[in-house]
């Protein structure tokens, strides 16, 4: 079973430009979490889908921060302008369900943004 | 909302010996509880979870032990080896309206030294 994809797996930018990030989940997950994960803490939940609907975005910027996933399968985050605090790695997640037992998630490699 | 605290940030062993790891979580409707570990620049992965209606759960060096009253749960691995050197996370489950997520605790770097 293929897992979750990510890409690209690492992004040098300057603040006030823009950047995106892909990720394709496992076949047959309908769930995906965006997550940032800044050196030295956890993964921080930025938004969850459910298919192509937003279950959950509260803790995303959304002033700067925006993110799509197309036809309940790929989705994009994009981050416009960026910051210097924006600086750290993106991981995607997938999960068959959102509870019900079949909550695992797997995740991608990440996505790792230095923004200078 | 749902917090997790995670002890301690860092643990140096002795390769042979035990490490334990603790969480605790605030959410009292939290049910499901992974582990996962990091190794330095690669993905989050899954080694053991554990559910609400049950206390212990075994994976041959690795354990997970849950006390729902006090509103923690621990990793415990036995006879470490220098691979078991990663950063291991804890996180805990919540719910609000339609949305089920997973809070993350802030990791505890182990170092098993040969």
């Known amino acids: 079973e293929a897992g979750v994809a990510q890409s690209p797996r690492y992004k040098i930018i300057e603040k006030r430009q823009s950047v995106a990030f892909w990720c394709n989940p496992i076949?047959?997950?309908?769930?995906l979490y965006w997550y940032q994960q800044i050196l030295g803490q956890g993964p921080k939940l930025l938004i969850q889908?459910?298919?192509?609907?937003?279950?959950?975005d509260s803790q995303l910027p959304k002033d700067r921060f925006s993110a799509e996933r197309l036809k309940g399968v790929d989705s994009t985050l994009k981050i416009q302008p960026a910051k210097l605090e924006d600086s750290a790695v993106y991981l995607c997640?997938?999960?068959?369900?959102?509870?019900?037992?079949?909550?695992?998630?797997?995740f991608g490699p990440g996505t790792r943004l230095l923004v200078l | 909302g749902e917090n997790v605290e995670q002890h301690p940030s860092t643990l140096s062993v002795q390769e042979g010996d035990s490490a334990v790891i603790k969480c605790t979580y605030s959410?009292?409707?939290?049910?499901?509880f992974p582990w996962y570990k990091q190794e330095l620049g690669k993905r989050p992965q899954l080694i053991i979870d554990i559910r609400s209606n049950v206390g212990e759960k075994k994976d041959q060096r690795i354990a997970v032990t849950l006390n729902k009253t006090a509103k923690h749960f621990s990793l415990h691995i036995t006879e470490t080896q220098p691979e078991d050197s990663a950063v291991y996370f804890c996180a805990a489950s919540t719910a609000g309206g339609s949305s089920y997520k997973l809070i993350f605790g802030s990791g505890t770097r182990l170092l098993v030294r040969p």
């Open positions: 959410d009292s409707a939290s049910n499901y």
């Open positions: 889908f459910q298919n192509n609907g937003v279950v959950d």
């Open positions: 997640a997938s999960s068959l369900q959102a509870g019900a037992f079949r909550e695992t998630q797997y």
């Open positions: 076949s047959g997950h309908a769930t």
